[in-house]
């Protein structure tokens, strides 16, 4: 069962509660180089991308923000190192979220002013602590860098906030380390219902990244715990769009795709079976039905392993069957599978 957290809305898109999980990416472009920034987001608009981060480095960027934030549709979260001044500025020019440690911000003064700026737009911010940036004294109190003094930390950014009273508040605790980043989201679970933005931090390139960040955000999902996620990876970010909303509908966080099954293939494939499994990708993975259609290479055992499946081909010499939750509907040649398997998806 989910985690019941509370709810905060980021421009339309609403986090925690009982919205849907959604995912989130960073740009990699120089946020200063508008044009190539709202490509970049329109892009990962276009695969999915339910909320977009930026890097805030100074002056130039927060005012830049406006003009991005014209030519997009998902929120936009500004991500800010220290000064406060530029969290106030991607205020002013409409930015949807902050993602910056009330700690690291100075004096109360300046705090009050950017939660002053906040509250007036219903700006939520997003606290981060990151296993990398605990300080040394907190590391010495709790014996090292492990759920403890990472909680720790957040709790302190969050008293932070909480004394100013602001709690529009989304935290994250990440680790490159899976098993740590697991504790120490738990442990927050245990002690504060703000929404938990989940994630394992540099993660590392697409093909090690995706298999880390599936194991620690898929661990922690399947304990109820998470309310938006990245996925961190070193390369285009799209694929971490791509992998984060792979990551949702493989728990069944997410329909909106026809879920495709297929078997490793074995000695008793007699077709093409890896090339027609790529095909059925392509024709069939944009189509938006919640069904899951399997395709197997023999028709001994495929049918009834893929008994679940709503649809499915099971292959032979030349030819295929086309089954339908288990049960043979027809056979056809093998040139015909896929057009026949297209046309019963557009039956149901
Ligand atoms: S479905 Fe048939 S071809 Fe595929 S792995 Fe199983 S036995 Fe082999």
Not at 97 to 106: D, E, K, Q, S, V
Not at 123 to 148: A, D, H, L, M, T
Not at 279 to 294: F, H, L, T, W, Y
Request: with cysteine.
């Amino acid at each position: 069962m989910r985690r019941e957290s509370r709810e905060l809305l980021l421009g339309k898109v609403g986090v925690g509660g009982c919205h849907p999980i959604t995912v989130q990416s960073m740009t990699n472009t120089d946020t200063r180089d508008i044009e190539k920034t709202v490509i970049q987001i329109l892009e990962l608009e276009s695969q999915g991308c339910d909320i977009v981060r930026v890097a805030v480095p100074d002056m130039e960027a927060a005012q830049a923000i406006k003009k991005i934030k014209s030519r997009i549709n998902i929120p936009l979260i500004a991500d800010i190192h220290f000064d406060y001044r530029l969290a106030i500025e991607a205020v002013i020019n409409g930015v949807d979220g902050l993602r910056i440690n009330p700690g690291n911000i100075g004096s109360k003064d300046k705090v009050r002013e950017v939660v002053s700026a906040c509250k007036d737009r219903q700006i939520p911010i997003r606290i981060g602590v990151n296993s990398g940036s605990i300080k040394r004294e907190v590391i010495e109190k709790f014996n090292g860098i492990n759920e403890n003094s990472m909680v720790f930390s957040a709790l302190e950014h969050v008293r932070i906030l909480e004394e100013v009273n602001y709690n529009n508040i989304k935290i994250s605790l990440k680790a490159t380390d899976v098993a740590l980043t697991v504790n120490a989201y738990k442990k927050a679970a245990e002690v504060i219902d703000y929404p938990l933005h989940i994630g394992i931090t540099e993660a590392g390139t697409p093909w090690s990244g995706t298999i880390k960040s599936s194991i620690g955000i898929g661990s922690l999902l399947l304990m109820g715990i998470g309310d938006t996620i990245r996925v961190s990876l070193t390369g285009n970010p799209v694929e971490e769009v791509k992998v984060g909303k792979q990551i949702l509908r493989t728990l069944g966080l997410l329909k909106d795709k026809i879920e495709i099954i297929s078997c490793p293939t074995c000695g008793r494939t007699q077709i093409d079976l890896i090339n027609i499994v790529k095909q059925v990708e392509e024709r069939i993975g944009n189509i938006s039905k919640p069904i899951k259609v399997a395709i197997m290479g023999c028709a001994v055992n495929g049918p009834g392993e893929a008994r679940e499946a709503d649809l499915g081909i099971a292959g032979g010499a030349g030819c295929g069957l086309i089954f339908k939750k288990g049960q043979i509907i027809k056979k056809v040649e093998e040139d015909k599978l896929l057009d026949e398997l297209v046309n019963e998806i557009n039956k149901l």
